[in-house]
């Protein structure tokens, strides 16, 4: 397996690239989300960004995770591209679970049989809300980088990865005890990986543990 992802990582290098088109879908409130698609295939991951970032942000890791068999959606949050919803001038504040479920619904009305979701930051907490508000079923497995679900962790509805660098912190001090306590309350199957260093969620790529990163996400989402 690991061998594998060896493979995978490596076709970045030699610039392998998987087509991208954009889609546009509707929230349940009355917004609309534009994502970049790229890949095809039944398993489909969706990548929600964090504050700082936007859906071309994840354009490597999506060309990966295409290149290993995955159809992927990376959305722009309302208030971010071209998209837009109830509270779009200050997404922090928004409901954007919400968009994170019309994405996972799109997917699966369009062929999809499993669906996770790899979130950073404000993305991580938008993703553990969507498992929080989802059907049973919905959402397979949730990737957290330097993140936790903003409700209570013991109502996730699916298996969880967290990842955060020891160091992770901002003006209210470090990350890592909050989201571990988030972990603590996290029903099984879960997993907690804390790596060295201080980047905070998607600048984890720009790291020299971006190949790590990327196995563990590309080992968590392939697993039966």
Known sequence: MRTLFALIL??????????????????EDGGLIFADVYGEGERAVVLAHGGRFNKESWAKQAQMLAAAGFRVLALDFRGYGKSKGPGDSQPMDAPLHLDVLAA??????????????????????????????SQPGEIDRVVFLGASPNGPAGKLKCASLFIVARDDANADGPRLPGIRAQYEKSPQPKELIILDGSAHAQFLFETDQAERVMREILRFLSAK
């Open 10 to 27: 490596g076709l970045l290098l030699v610039q392998v690239t998987v087509a991208r088109k954009t889609i546009s879908f509707p929230t």
């Open 104 to 133: 996972v619904r799109y997917l699966r009305t369009n062929g999809a049989k499993t669906v996770s979701i790899v979130g950073g930051s404000m993305g991580g907490g938008a993703a553990g809300d969507a498992s929080i508000a």
